[in-house]
């Protein structure tokens, strides 16, 4: 499996980005997608989460309310839209994806994933 972040960039607090991540190489209707981000120094950590038939999602705390995921597979794509964004969203943003066995799971652990894009660099000036 190919994954491609795309969708990042600069922008002020308060705006909105729509990340997409395009998948190639495999049933893509048969994988979990997750987002994730990560800061240089910290660890990478869980942002958005939704099961390979898109019914249920799952968010981090931090997103929660502000940022929408969600699919469409016969596009083979997912998309993070974020809204209301803070300079503590800045980070580089990475798409990550999992066999979906259950439909129904969300990880949000990244070793859970085995398959990764290459990230989209997300920056909120105040």
């Known amino acids: 499996v190919q994954l491609q972040a795309s969708g990042g960039g600069l922008v002020q607090a308060g705006d909105s980005l729509r990340l997409s991540c395009a998948a190639s190489g495999r049933t893509f209707s048969t994988l979990a997608v997750g987002w994730f981000r990560q800061v240089p120094g910290k660890d990478r950590e869980f942002v958005a989460g939704?099961?390979?038939?898109?019914?249920?999602?799952r968010y981090a705390d931090s997103g929660r309310g502000r940022f929408t995921i969600s699919r469409d597979n016969a596009k083979n794509t997912v998309y993070l839209q974020m809204n209301s964004l803070k300079p503590e969203d800045t980070a580089i943003y990475y798409c990550a994806a999992m066999q979906d066995y259950y439909n129904y799971r969300i990880y949000d652990t990244d070793s859970s994933y085995h398959y990764w894009g290459q990230g989209t660099l997300v920056t909120v000036s105040s």
């Open positions: 939704i099961v390979r038939s898109g019914v249920s999602t």
